[in-house]
């Protein structure tokens, strides 16, 4: 059944690819608690089944194990690309599959889509941008990514999923919506995720040296998870032709040294900063421009960092107390 047809009658069936991660998760729970029927795909690479856990109960919540580079039939109304390892320790584990991921997983969404008619959503990446010289970062700057470095993988498989997307939008005429999504944290970000927010509350809880990169004077701008799931709910049922490329991300830019000492004084540790060299092509400065977002869907974040990193710490803060700190917990 088209969305179309579907949409007063039943249900609305929504597939969510990467649905066991952390974004994933929280979108499962936003769309379930809306009443949407959500079915989870998943195999587990970096997503857990605890972040899905509260939701098995519920009547209208499903869950399948399933690599998205294997096509798939289904029927539904609308799909969400999450699928894809985001961190960079993760997505630079087993490059090929990463990029496989992207662009296999984006052809087997887009066919979905194509034989269904369902409205097509894609988690794409600041990282498109690359070692950004343009800022803050506008959707049209097309990027400055060195296609043969160690995050090409990700980056330029975000990218060809982009094109495709784009492709078949014009190609086959599919209701699409691309969303680039800037540094999100909160909880569910897996322990050992290695991305900085949850590496340093984890580090400050632990009294383990705190790992700064490089001197700590690239930029990054973080946004809390339930600002990014709103908009991405905005995105997904706006008009037809407002299919992005657009930004989602806090605009509110700092050094990462300072994320350091915020989290050390919001956590009260002792913890030392050390050093460490800056991985190969880590982007000097970034931060979203997001007046598309506000024009457009009316988006604009509302949790602010002090708020979102207290959240942030009491999740982990519970979670390592439990001991479930472990990768395959
Ligand atoms: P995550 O690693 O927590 O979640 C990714 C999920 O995809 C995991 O559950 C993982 O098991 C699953 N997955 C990976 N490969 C798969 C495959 N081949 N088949 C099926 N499932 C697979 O990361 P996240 O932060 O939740 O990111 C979700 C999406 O948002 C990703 O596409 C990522 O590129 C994008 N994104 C996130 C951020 C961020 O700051 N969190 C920033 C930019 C883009
Ligand atoms: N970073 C850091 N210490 C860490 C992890 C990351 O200083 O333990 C830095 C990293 O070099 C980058 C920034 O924090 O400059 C954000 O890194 P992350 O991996 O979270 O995401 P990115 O924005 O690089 O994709």
Same mark, same amino acid.
């Given at each position: 059944?088209?969305?179309?047809?579907?949409?007063?009658?039943?249900?609305?069936?929504?597939? *969510?690819?990467?649905?066991?991660?952390?974004?994933?998760?929280?979108?499962?729970?936003?769309?379930?608690?809306?009443?949407?029927?959500?079915?989870?795909?998943?195999?587990?690479?970096?997503?857990?089944?605890?972040?899905? /856990?509260?939701?098995?109960?519920?009547?209208?919540?499903?869950?399948?194990?399933?690599?998205?580079?294997?096509?798939?039939?289904?029927?539904?109304?609308?799909?969400?690309?999450?699928?894809?390892?985001?961190?960079?320790?993760?997505?630079?584990?087993?490059? +090929?599959?990463?990029?496989?991921?992207?662009?296999?997983?984006?052809?087997?969404?887009?066919?979905?889509?194509?034989?269904?008619?369902?409205?097509?959503?894609?988690?794409?990446?600041?990282?498109?941008?690359?070692?950004?010289?343009?800022?803050?970062?506008?959707?049209?700057?097309?990027?400055?990514?060195?296609?043969?470095?160690?995050?090409?993988?990700?980056?330029?498989?975000?990218?060809?999923?982009?094109?495709?997307?784009?492709?078949?939008?014009?190609?086959?005429?599919?209701?699409?919506? *691309?969303?680039?999504?800037?540094?999100?944290?909160?909880?569910?970000?897996?322990?050992?995720?290695?991305? *900085?927010?949850?590496?340093?509350?984890?580090?400050?809880?632990?009294?383990?040296?705190?790992?700064?990169?490089?001197?700590?004077?690239?930029?990054?701008?973080?946004?809390?998870?339930?600002?990014?799931?709103?908009?991405? +709910?905005?995105?997904?049922?706006?008009?037809?032709?407002?299919?992005?490329?657009?930004?989602?991300?806090?605009?509110?830019?700092?050094?990462?040294?300072?994320?350091?000492?915020?989290?050390?004084?919001?956590?009260?540790?002792?913890?030392?900063? +050390?050093?460490?060299?800056?991985?190969?092509?880590?982007?000097?400065?970034?931060?979203?421009?997001?007046?598309?977002?506000?024009?457009?869907?009316?988006?604009?974040? /509302? +949790?602010?960092?002090?708020?979102?990193?207290?959240?942030?710490?009491?999740?982990?803060?519970?979670?390592?107390?439990?001991?479930?700190?472990?990768?395959? /917990?």
């Amino acid at each position: 059944m088209s969305r179309n047809s579907s949409a007063n009658l039943v249900r609305k069936r929504i597939l *969510v690819t990467g649905g066991a991660g952390f974004l994933g998760s929280h979108l499962c729970e936003r769309l379930v608690r809306d009443g949407a029927d959500v079915l989870c795909l998943d195999n587990y690479f970096t997503g857990r089944r605890d972040n899905i /856990a509260h939701l098995l109960g519920q009547p209208n919540f499903e869950v399948l194990r399933h690599d998205i580079t294997d096509s798939i039939n289904i029927e539904v109304d609308e799909i969400y690309n999450l699928a894809c390892p985001a961190s960079p320790v993760h997505y630079q584990y087993d490059p +090929v599959q990463t990029t496989k991921t992207s662009v296999l997983g984006a052809i087997n969404v887009l066919g979905i889509g194509r034989r269904t008619g369902a409205r097509v959503f894609q988690a794409s990446t600041s990282e498109v941008y690359g070692d950004p010289t343009v800022h803050p970062q506008t959707e049209d700057y097309r990027g400055n990514v060195n296609p043969l470095g160690p995050r090409a993988c990700y980056d330029e498989g975000k990218r060809c999923a982009e094109t495709l997307f784009f492709d078949y939008r014009r190609q086959h005429n599919l209701s699409i919506k *691309v969303v680039r999504i800037f540094n999100t944290y909160g909880p569910r970000m897996h322990p050992d995720d290695g991305r *900085v927010v949850s590496n340093f509350i984890t580090q400050a809880l632990r009294g383990e040296d705190i790992t700064l990169y490089g001197d700590g004077g690239q930029t990054r701008a973080f946004c809390y998870v339930s600002d990014l799931i709103e908009g991405f +709910v905005r995105m997904m049922a706006s008009e037809d032709d407002i299919t992005g490329p657009i930004n989602m991300g806090n605009p509110h830019e700092i050094p990462v040294r300072e994320l350091a000492e915020r989290v050390l004084a919001l956590t009260g540790s002792r913890s030392r900063i +050390v050093f460490r060299p800056l991985p190969q092509d880590d982007p000097m400065q970034r931060c979203p421009d997001i007046s598309r977002a506000r024009e457009l869907l009316g988006w604009t974040p /509302a +949790v602010g960092l002090e708020d979102g990193l207290q959240r942030t710490i009491a999740y982990f803060d519970a979670l390592l107390g439990a001991g479930k700190a472990s990768l395959d /917990a």
